[in-house]
């Protein structure tokens, strides 16, 4: 009767993964079709093409326009980072720490940006950001992405807390260690690759962001994105490719890098686990 039921199971298991698979491959390859269209040597995007070329790549290290878009991607994208990585590890802190009935709205007040519609929230910090005058500045553009980011630090670095046993800063306290030496170097060691995850989320937040960025930016802040979207209104150059094409390629890298940094995290709490249980 066994082998009768493990065959049906068998049997479900591979077709749930040939779902996965199809699912996948429906998302992806979209995607992955302007790779190809990147190397076309014409003016025009034909696919398939006669020969390949890296003429649009050349056009977008020589272009000032991309340049400076891209330049300006790198550092709005640092400077999220820099912001919403702390805040959001300290605000995952002291969610994993409150044992109050106000944890809930907090956790949905962190979260809002990532349920409102992205088109709402750049017209509410257009609105806000406007009487403020940090419209059209490189400042409003790094607190609006600072805050889009927010959220993917904290949903990370909390799921890194989830398993910190709360026992050793209280040990640590015990011994006469400062609430900053305990965080610095008792906490911060635990969940470093939960950190990293989550600033590498940041980056590519910010990085690829372009809806709030059409709103809060001005001339000299052109991000990446917004010279993309440009560049598809005005005319369709396969130069679009080639960007989109080093967008996927630096998105699949990052994505990478915080998916190990995640494994490594898991592989710290199980090994720290284990220590306590053989203890």
């Given at each position: 009767m066994s082998s009768h039921r493990s065959r049906p199971e068998r049997i479900?298991?591979?077709?749930?993964?040939?779902?996965?698979?199809l699912v996948f491959a429906f998302l992806v390859l979209p995607i992955l079709a302007v790779i190809p269209l990147s190397f076309n040597p014409g003016s025009f995007l034909v696919f398939p093409h006669d020969a390949v070329s890296l003429r649009w790549y050349r056009v977008?290290?020589?272009?000032?326009?991309?340049?400076?878009?891209?330049?300006?991607?790198?550092?709005?994208?640092?400077?999220?980072?820099?912001?919403?990585?702390?805040?959001?590890?300290?605000?995952?802190?002291?969610?994993?720490?409150?044992?109050?009935?106000?944890?809930?709205?907090?956790?949905?007040?962190?979260?809002?940006?990532?349920?409102?519609?992205?088109?709402?929230?750049?017209?509410?910090?257009?609105?806000?950001?406007?009487?403020?005058?940090?419209?059209?500045?490189?400042?409003?553009?790094?607190?609006?992405?600072?805050?889009?980011?927010?959220?993917?630090v904290v949903i990370v670095v909390h799921a890194a807390l989830s398993g910190i046993d709360f026992e050793l800063l209280r040990a640590a306290a015990s011994l006469g260690a400062r609430p900053a030496t305990v965080l610095a170097r008792v906490l911060a060691p635990l969940i470093a690759p939960g950190i990293a995850a989550g600033a590498v989320f940041a980056f590519m937040t910010s990085f690829d962001e372009a809806t709030v960025a059409l709103f809060i930016a001005g001339p000299e802040q052109r991000?990446?994105?917004?010279?993309?979207?440009?560049?598809?209104?005005?005319?369709?150059?396969?130069?679009?490719?080639?960007?989109?094409?080093?967008?996927?390629?630096?998105?699949t890298l990052l994505l990478g890098a915080a998916e190990l940094l995640r494994r490594r995290g898991e592989r710290l709490r199980v090994g720290s686990t284990a220590a306590r249980s053989g203890e």
């Amino acid at each position: 009767m066994s082998s009768h039921r493990s065959r049906p199971e068998r049997i479900g298991r591979v077709l749930l993964i040939l779902f996965c698979a199809l699912v996948f491959a429906f998302l992806v390859l979209p995607i992955l079709a302007v790779i190809p269209l990147s190397f076309n040597p014409g003016s025009f995007l034909v696919f398939p093409h006669d020969a390949v070329s890296l003429r649009w790549y050349r056009v977008l290290a020589g272009s000032p326009q991309w340049t400076h878009a891209f330049g300006n991607s790198l550092k709005i994208a640092a400077a999220t980072t820099l912001i919403a990585t702390p805040l959001g590890t300290l605000a995952a802190i002291g969610l994993a720490a409150m044992r109050s009935r106000a944890k809930v709205p907090i956790v949905a007040i962190i979260t809002a940006p990532l349920a409102v519609p992205v088109v709402v929230v750049a017209i509410a910090f257009y609105f806000l950001f406007a009487p403020l005058g940090l419209v059209n500045g490189p400042a409003g553009l790094i607190v609006a992405h600072s805050a889009l980011a927010l959220p993917f630090v904290v949903i990370v670095v909390h799921a890194a807390l989830s398993g910190i046993d709360f026992e050793l800063l209280r040990a640590a306290a015990s011994l006469g260690a400062r609430p900053a030496t305990v965080l610095a170097r008792v906490l911060a060691p635990l969940i470093a690759p939960g950190i990293a995850a989550g600033a590498v989320f940041a980056f590519m937040t910010s990085f690829d962001e372009a809806t709030v960025a059409l709103f809060i930016a001005g001339p000299e802040q052109r991000t990446l994105p917004i010279q993309m979207f440009e560049g598809v209104r005005e005319q369709v150059s396969p130069a679009i490719a080639a960007a989109a094409t080093l967008l996927v390629i630096a998105s699949t890298l990052l994505l990478g890098a915080a998916e190990l940094l995640r494994r490594r995290g898991e592989r710290l709490r199980v090994g720290s686990t284990a220590a306590r249980s053989g203890e």
